[in-house]
């Protein structure tokens, strides 16, 4: 069993900077996938961008050019670096993985964006 805890979120304004963090146990970190989700206050969850095991990254339209995924596996641990942030940025932010067929969050965290 793959257990998540995210951390780092907060309230900022408009333009400024957060680094959210995603600490994984229970499984071969150097194996999985990690995704960042969000969901704002209304709507439906969203993928916001991965990262595959060998590093490659890919990110929603809305967030390309201002969101950055990185990992360290030897710490076991998923980063999400968000620049430029914007009030529509405004969610919780949760971290997923999956293994054997099997789908793991974290408990989530809270990002807010002032405008």
């Known amino acids: 069993q793959v257990q998540l805890v995210e951390s780092g979120g907060g309230l900022v304004q408009a333009g400024g900077s957060l680094r959210l963090s995603c600490a994984a146990s229970?499984?071969?970190?150097?194996?999985?996938?990690m995704t960042w989700y969000r969901q704002a206050p209304g709507k439906q969850r969203e993928l916001v961008g991965y990262?595959?095991?060998?590093?490659?990254?890919d990110y929603i339209d809305s967030v390309k050019g201002r969101f950055s995924i990185s990992r360290d596996n030897a710490k076991s641990t998923v980063r999400l670096q968000m620049d430029n942030l914007k009030p529509e940025d405004t969610a919780v932010y949760y971290c997923?993985?999956?293994?054997?067929?099997?789908?793991?969050w974290g408990q989530g965290t809270q990002v807010t964006v002032s405008a």
């Open positions: 997923n993985t999956n293994r054997r067929s099997y789908n793991y």
């Open positions: 229970g499984a071969p970190f150097s194996d999985l996938t």
């Open positions: 990262i595959t095991s060998g590093g490659t990254t």
